[in-house]
């Protein structure tokens, strides 16, 4: 039985399915997007959805969807699904569907009388193609299939309506047709492994909505362009395969084609299979290099969200070939910033102040993985390049200050996580000492010693990397450690910032941690306490007057309540990292029931994956970004470690 499999029930009933989306990519950028019954419910949902570097950084909606329709006797039966308003769809070809699997692929099964007609989808990899291949599995009459390609062609956050400014020409390629709506973007070609009738009728599908966008507060309706359908028949048993993509292709090479791309998956038949196949659909192939995506299907490359993904996205998953070269990209970028002061066109946030810190903190995770050695061989020289830019203030907007600790003005723009603002002025205003920073700091001290210490020629250094890291631990709890035993969120000057936050759980989990056991483990009660559910830590603790526990309404007021509560999943790994650190290999079994929570998730929001953020109270409904790579990337790293020390536990028994 699938791991990922939704009977008739559930897919025709409109309340339970609407909610749940899929997302393939094809590791260049380019991603399908929807829900699991075709209906798409985001401005950014999309059977085409690429990027065109010509144009922008942006993701651009080149076909929205197409509908099917089955032909038997005369009588025709649309498999499509719009909502053009409150609780109206049409043409409600959901309910002609029997079973969604998403194992390998994404299949649907109709059926529609005598007929059982199969769809399976695939992206291919490094390209921008996507692949249909329709089975008719049973027919007792002969069958006729039509196809009405939807186009938009229009930035992923945007909306189209009926214009004149459109480009209706249509030509003929090989089996298909070929369009391109407006200037500047690239050819749709439409294709399809056997010959195929194309019929000229073009007209404006108009009033289409948008649900998802409704309830946030921001335009839903558009309109649009359908330049007339494909015709052709089908016989029991017979398999055709739709190709839509921005080059034409040979007809007859689309089945080996399908084939080969099948035969790279992984099955979804595991909670582990389905992150292991979410973190491979963050990557990011392009001329300048290799990245990791922050999520689907609005962000592109932020740095800070590369560096805390890429650990679980590679080698928590044995891609260490992956993590070496995605981390070549981006060292080659950030030391054209430091260096240089020139940002990379691909990197997003690159120049913000602890970008160096949670470099040196992903490059830690590589010594987890291999040795002391084999790290310092690779990227010794860059981990001690980064520390000594700090020292010597290169970094913009990072102060050394005397005591050890470390300072960046926050005040009129957002330098942390915590990034959300109102008109460009931060909402959470953290700046001064900020308590990541200083732990990052520490554990980065610490860890570069680690690596030279008894090095030939370098104990001069390290011996002033100790008498630094030493000064940092007592500042650090003179600074951050207060009468109640959890840690300030950030102090500036004479203000010390009281609301319990996650971000001391991160000072507690690194693998050099300025504060003792004891310290660790009132912290830790605090945090869980406070901050823990089922799905992560929240923002803020509910006791906090500013506690606003749900993603919900509109911009500003989403904005107001993205870290005043909801819930990140990423932090459950830093989470993780102290419990252990706590209580050693018996605290083994909390952890291991906790990733459990997370488990109920492959079947809800985007199958598969985890959201960008979840309801800080009951039920922790999943909101933002529907695919987050940081999320998924720290759970993995922590089903790696568990692993790991369960494997240790049961040798030394």
Known sequence: MSYLKFDKNLMINLEQSLPKEMLRTNKSGAYHCTTIVGCNTRKQHGLLVIPIPEMDDKAHVLLSSLDETVIQHGAPFNLGLHQYGPDVFSPNGHKYIRMFDCETVPTMTYRVGGVILKKQKTFISNENRILIKYTLEEAHSDTTLQFRPMLAFRNANDLVVENTAINKEIKDVKDGISCCLYSGYPDLVMQFSKPVKWVNDGHWYKGIEYYKDRDRGIPYKEDLWVPGYFELPIKKGESIIFSAGTSEIDPANLEALYESEIKSRTPRTSFYNCLKNSAKQFYLKNKSGMYIMAGFPWYNVRAR??????????????????????????????????????????????????????????????????????????????????????????????????????????????????????????????????????????????????????????????????????????????????????????????????????????????????????????????????????????????????????????????????????????????????????FGVSGLGFIERKLIGYEDDMSENCIGSLSEMYDGNPPFAGRGAVSTAKNVGEILRTIKNVKELNKLQNYDN
């Open 305 to 582: 969200d590369e560096l805390m993904a890429l650990p679980g996205c590679t080698l928590a998953i044995d891609h260490r070939d992956d993590y070496i070269k995605i981390m070549e990209t981006f060292l080659k970028a950030l030391n054209k910033y430091i260096d240089k002061g020139e940002k990379d066109r691909t990197i997003h946030e690159i120049d913000l102040p602890d970008i160096p810190l949670w470099t040196i903190w992903a490059i830690q995770q590589y010594r987890r993985n291999t040795d002391t050695r084999t790290c310092r061989d690779l990227y010794g020289e860059t981990v001690k390049k980064l520390v000594d830019d700090i020292r010597n203030e290169r970094i913009k907007n990072l102060h050394l200050n005397s005591n050890g600790l470390l300072t960046s003005n926050g005040i009129d723009t957002p330098v942390t996580w915590l990034s959300a603002s109102i008109n460009g002025r931060p909402i959470i205003p953290r700046t001064g000492y900020i308590v990541e920073f200083n732990a990052l700091w520490y554990n980065s001290l610490r860890f570069l010693i680690s690596l030279y210490e008894g090095e030939e020629g370098m104990k001069e250094y390290v011996d002033e990397l100790n008498a630094l890291a030493d000064k940092v631990k007592v500042s650090f709890v003179e600074t951050f450690l207060n009468d109640s035993g959890y840690l300030y969120d950030y102090v500036n000057g004479s203000y010390a910032d009281v609301e319990v936050r996650p971000n001391m759980v991160i000072a507690i989990g690194l693998e050099y941690s300025p504060l003792d056991r004891r310290q660790r483990r009132k912290i830790l009660d605090f945090a869980s306490r406070e901050l823990l559910t089922p799905k992560g830590l929240r923002t803020l603790s509910p006791k906090s007057y500013a506690y606003h526990p749900n993603y919900v309404g509109g911009p500003i007021e989403r904005e107001y309540a993205v870290h005043q509560g909801p819930v990140r999943p990423w932090l459950f790994g830093f989470y993780a990292d102290a419990y252990i650190k706590v």
